[in-house]
């Protein structure tokens, strides 16, 4: 069965502070891994995806096949980042079953 | 504006009755999938529809139902509420070209 563990329910950091959102994977064929973001009173929007090896925003996550993680990371958080955020696996070519982590809630602090 | 609207936003039923919630989107989104997203969870798939056939589902009972239409509409159907039915459902639809999932702004259920 597929899984994505996010073991942190709050992040809290000061602006500037370096953030690293943690996502841990469990599935047996070959996933696409995503990041999808909720900013306060917004619909869920696509972050990021593994495949397409973008920076966006300032975050970046790399797909760690052995160590089955894909953790977020941006060097200097702004106060804007804050939101909540859900790590996402689908099964290749199936992008829209998606199986999400439980979500962590960033929040920077001025 | 992703252009994938949900109706409505709130609504209150009682146990044993049934729901049908609504969502629209555009030309180009022919995959659209719903999700039910309980208080403090992330959001779990229950289906998936490709040019009105269904062609995906969670673990999901099947009183848990759904339709697509040919003008890029779709519902879902649930009978029988249960308390457990609480909760925020998301419809999102595939862009056919960028292969991106949209999401609507939700629909939220409570079952008293």
């Known amino acids: 069965a597929q899984r994505v563990t996010q073991p942190e329910k709050l992040l809290s950091v000061f602006k500037g502070a370096p953030v690293e959102l943690k996502c841990n994977y469990s599935?047996?064929?070959?996933?696409?891994l995503f990041w999808y973001v909720q900013y306060s009173r917004q619909r869920l929007q696509l972050l990021l995806r593994?495949?397409s090896r973008e920076s966006i925003k300032g975050f970046t996550a790399d797909l760690n096949k052995g160590e089955t993680s894909f953790h977020l990371k941006k060097p200097f958080a702004q106060e804007e980042d804050s939101a909540m955020y859900y790590c996402?696996?689908?099964?290749?070519?199936?992008?829209?079953?998606?199986?999400f982590g439980k979500g962590t809630m960033l929040l920077v602090s001025p | 504006e992703t252009g994938v609207t949900q109706s409505p936003t709130h609504l209150i039923k009682t146990r044993g009755q049934q729901v049908t919630l609504r969502c629209s989107s555009q030309?180009?989104?022919?995959?659209v999938s719903w999700y039910q997203q309980a208080l403090g969870q992330g959001p779990q798939f229950i289906f998936q529809?490709?040019?009105?056939?269904?062609?995906g589902r969670g673990n999901f009972p099947p009183r848990f139902s759904g339709l697509q239409f040919p003008n890029y509409s779709s519902e879902l159907n649930v009978n029988a509420l249960e308390l457990d039915d609480s909760a925020l459902y998301l419809c999102?639809?595939?862009?056919?070209?960028?292969?991106?999932?949209?999401f609507g702004e939700g629909s939220r259920l409570t079952v008293l």
């Open positions: 996402a696996l689908s099964r290749i070519s199936g992008y829209s079953t998606l199986t």
């Open positions: 529809y490709y040019r009105e056939e269904e062609n």
């Open positions: 999102a639809t595939l862009a056919d070209n960028t292969g991106e999932l949209f």
């Open positions: 030309s180009g989104h022919n995959t």
């Open positions: 593994h495949i």
């Open positions: 599935y047996s064929g070959s996933p696409e």
